[in-house]
């Protein structure tokens, strides 16, 4: 519940400190930093449609109904699983096992980086129609 | 649901690499992530313990059931002081993981481990306990 650009900067200290905790093997700031670091880019993507997550399952909803046109169902996809990933290993019973940290970084990139592009391109062709204006 | 073992485990690792951020002054919104984390977790000890434990909102993570329970279960059997219970919803109540308020500094971190050492101590000495 933020602008656009408090989101992204926000995304951007996270993605950091992710790569950071994963060089140094500290899974749990690693799941928390990347999985917060695509959710606030996610937020942020939001932001220039005026839109808000208020909690996780809105933060769903809206995904379903809105950004999955723009980010296509594999991201949807993935962003769950990285959701639920991070639920289980962070309050739940589980450990994560090296591999699924690495994996799990990977996916983050990966939809961080898409995340990003999409952002870019909404600002971009915004910046273009106001041009017009 | 984890068990308490589990919980303790949990706990000490994420105390540990909340006093290192928080010794480094770096990454505020991931200290106060972990401050939580050791909280919750050392909560869930106690719980667990007692077989009480929260139970998990769907797509959500229970902060306001383990409030209830905390209260009900280790407040009212007078294991736990209502003042350290204040404690625990402050902490939830100001754990702004949207940027509700923006991006975390230094001093909101300093406010937030300030007001965790307390129930994060009084919990250790709890959890060492055999449940009654």
């Known amino acids: ?133 | 649901m984890a068990i308490a073992t589990v919980h303790r485990q949990k706990a000490d690792l994420c105390w540990k690499l909340a006093q290192q951020l928080y010794a480094e002054k770096r990454d505020p919104f991931l200290c106060m992530n972990l401050i939580f984390y050791t909280v919750l977790h050392a909560l869930e000890e106690a719980l667990a313990v007692r077989r009480k434990h929260p139970a998990a909102q769907p797509r959500g993570v229970p902060h306001a059931d383990r409030d209830v329970q905390v209260r009900k279960h280790l407040v009212g059997k007078q294991v736990l002081e209502p003042e350290m219970a204040d404690i625990y919803t402050e902490l939830y109540s100001i754990r702004h993981t949207f940027a509700e308020e923006g991006i975390q500094d230094q001093a909101f971190i300093e406010h937030y481990m300030g007001l965790a050492r307390p129930l994060i101590a009084r919990l250790k000495v709890l959890n060492q306990k055999p449940a009654s």
């Open chain 1, 1 to 133: 519940m933020a602008d656009m650009t408090t989101h992204r900067e926000l995304a951007n200290q996270l993605y950091e400190a992710a790569r950071s905790a994963h060089a140094a093997k500290q899974w749990p700031i690693t799941i928390d930093a990347a999985f917060y670091s695509v959710f606030h880019l996610m937020e942020a993507l939001n932001a220039v449609d005026c839109r808000d997550s208020y909690n996780f399952a809105d933060a769903d909803d809206i995904l379903t109904n809105f950004l999955t046109d723009q980010l296509g169902e594999r991201f949807a996809r993935n962003y769950r699983y990285l959701f639920y990933f991070r639920r289980g290993v962070l309050y739940g019973p589980h450990f994560p096992t090296e591999p699924q940290v690495t994996e799990f970084m990977q996916m983050c990139e990966a939809d961080y980086a898409h995340v990003l592009s999409v952002l870019e391109q909404r600002l971009r062709s915004r910046r273009v129609v106001h041009g017009h204006a």
